[in-house]
């Protein structure tokens, strides 16, 4: 087992004592046992690492630069992997497989997809008599989820860094450990004094505190749709720039003569991939109603091989929720889903062991589309399956909830999924199962979300854009 205790603060460069002595403890939802602490920041330590981040500002940092940055963290956080793997494990219950591949390769080809885009990145270009220049946006406050604690903070920090800014990081409570050791590979990089700064503590607080900051140029935050709103109103009484990453309820819209047993087999997947504990994951499956019940004997043959278990052991597929807090959301879901008439398939809300925050892998059936459960993002491992009439019938349900982050289409062709996609109001769907592109942009419609994270567009969110009008 780690020693997970960590008492210091990564300010301008350097760890340094949190000015208070609170802390927050870090509870594996596997044991119920406290297995680490890490420091509650006061306004005092907010203060310290905006004005650092300040201070290292540098608007016309070369691109030279900025890209021997992004490597030295890059290098330094690979050799760290293995040992982040065990932690986001130990800290949130993601199976250590997960861990090892969803949870971590995923955020290095990300990583790699930022160095992709600066190094192909055109910062000037000429628009009539006019030199338009693209320049760092000033000073970022990241503040990250539990759900994927090194994708989100990869996401956030790696393209800052890309574009010349400073940031101040707040992890979450529930799984902040990871992003320590994260930071532990900022700190090896040798990055200048305050270019990324660490400081954790109550959302309610530390995170509303940098969201208002006068000093704070961008917010990015990932999380639910309510505290993204709260981040938003906040941070416009400063009017500055925001970029909003929040919740989902995503459809996988099978149409007819799709091949109904791979759109359903993936479609529970990615439904229970993390534990459910995912903002993109598939939550509602639309069927025909001609292909309903095969496609429910399908789904509980699938569910079948998801196993629950500690998440430790290599055949663990879905370990425990993240957190007590969690573990009772998903609980009163499912018992409120039941009261409201759907047909429980499979699992429940029963307790699957004594110990840990477990869910087993539940699926409903007969789901009315405006239901709590057809229309609120669950966070847990939790499928809904709803029956269609005709492809008007699929689209508006489809379309039929406020949010709009991610789906699926699956068709006979490609040219027809791709036909309905484009009716969807969502910000990424897989067609035909078409794979996870780590360089894509990702973000969300409606209340899912502002802006867009990867690649070359997740990069120019933290770029400011400058107009010279030259002489004629």
Known sequence: ????????LFIDGRWVPASGTGHIDVVNPATEEVIGRVP???????EAAVAAAQRAFDPVVSVGERRERLDAVIAAMTKRLPTIAETITDEMGAPIRVAQTVQTQVPLAVANGFVEALASYRFEERIGNSLVTREPYGVVAAITPWNYPLYQVVAKVLPAIAAGCPVVLKPSNEAPLSVFEFIDAVAEAGL?????????GPGAAIGERLAGHPGVDVVSFTGSTQVGSRVGEVAGRTIKKVALELGGKSANVVLDGANLAAAVKVGVGNAFLNGGQTCMAWTRLLVPEKHYQEALEIIETAVGKYT????REKDTRIGPLASENQYETVRGYIERAERDGARLLTGGADPVRDVGYYVAPTVFADVDPDSELGQEEVFGPVLAVIAYTDTDDALRIANGTPYGLSGAV???DDETAIGFARQVRTGQLDINGGPYNPAAPFGGYKKSGL?????RVGFEEFLQVKSLQLPA
């Open 410 to 412: 699956w068709a006979g």
């Open 451 to 455: 802006g867009r994270e990867l690649g």
């Open 40 to 46: 509650s920041a006061t306004d005092a330590d907010v």
């Open 308 to 311: 629950v278990g500690d998440p």
């Open 192 to 200: 200048p004094d305050g270019a990324v700064n660490l400081v954790s």
């Open 1 to 8: 087992m780690h020693d997970y205790d960590r008492s210091k």
